[in-house]
């Protein structure tokens, strides 16, 4: 398997106290921003399973519209034992709101879902059937989901149900799908808040310890059709949000090694973009870093880039505007 890199940083990690999870409860973690038109019916939604061990983490994300006012209504005697709700003062974005709420789990097991889906009635009792009817040592359950712009499945590539294992989940499934992880998985792991995207730092970190199942059964309504996102505010023209980004991903290496061993070809293309930003940012530490990147995973890719570094920065910066990088 290729090397992608030595060590890209030191990250001082702190062991988080060990967690009692509850035997057989689901959390699941909503974050929300300005949805106060559209959360209701979500959170019907979790509160109409037929699988009724669950508890619902809303983190009200620094809404400034009525999403404060609707979520009092969740907050009466009815639903103390199932519906917790914390609000944050500023906005953190998906990430800083959905570690907000991954920090206060009690359940065996949690799901993220998203303030506009919908869970279907039986989603989580479907899931959690598998470990009786399958293997009760699977860690990870995922499903697919319909989308609800084209009325399709959002998740391709797997066609039935089956075990799904990491090179499977980075080479096979593209798009949408939606399930339960064991909490025992997450350990310190946590969404990187200073990513827009690239949520994948954070569940290639889970994969890695996880044994997956995939039941091709859609048990969620992905709402695609309306208000923008984190990925959608990423991908603007913007060199500074970009070359940020990807100076920020140089922390993941996880990211990196999973990319090398399983998808090569995302390497190049991903290395390649970052060394273009970090070159144009004349930023020497950062450009050396993806440098190392392709140098141990594409010979070919790394003399293309030290190719272009005999034109002088300032031309990229301006050729930019004309033809921006995606």
Known sequence: MPLVMQKLVSKKTTKSPQVQFETGKVSIV??????????????????????????????????TDNTPEVLNEFRSPKFRDIIRIFRLEENRRFAGGANYGLDQIRGEWFTILDDDDLAYPDALETMLKVLDEVDPTITAINCNCI?????????????????????????????????????????????????????????????????????????????????????????????????????VLLEEPIYWESLANYVPRELRYVGFKGFLYMYMDDDKESTKKYLDILVRNSKRTYYFARLLMLVPSRVYRYLYHVIPLK
């Not at 699988?51 to 983190?59: A, C, D, G, P, R």
């Not at 499977?168 to 808040?193: H, I, P, Q, V, Y």
């Not at 730092?201 to 889970?206: A, G, N, P, S, V």
């Not at 208000?227 to 500074?240: I, L």
Request: glycine letters at 6%.
């Open 147 to 247: 989308d609800s712009a084209t009325g399709e499945l959002s998740g391709k590539g797997p066609e039935g149900d089956q075990y799904l294992s990491m090179e499977d989940t980075m080479t096979l499934c593209k798009g949408e799908f939606w399930g339960l992880t064991k909490s025992e998985l997450l350990r310190d792991s946590r969404f990187n808040a200073r990513l827009l995207a690239y949520d994948s730092t954070f569940w290639y970190q889970i994969n890695q310890r996880a044994k997956r199942y995939y039941i091709h059964k859609p048990l969620r309504l992905y709402v695609t059709d309306h208000g923008p996102t984190d990925s959608q505010y990423f991908k603007r023209k913007d060199r500074v949000l970009k070359t940020t980004m990807h100076r």
């Open 30 to 63: 909503m974050t929300t921003y300005n949805r106060g038109h559209m959360i209701r019916k979500s959170i019907d939604s979790l509160l109409s399973q037929t699988y009724k061990n669950i508890e619902i983490i809303i983190v009200d994300n620094g809404s």
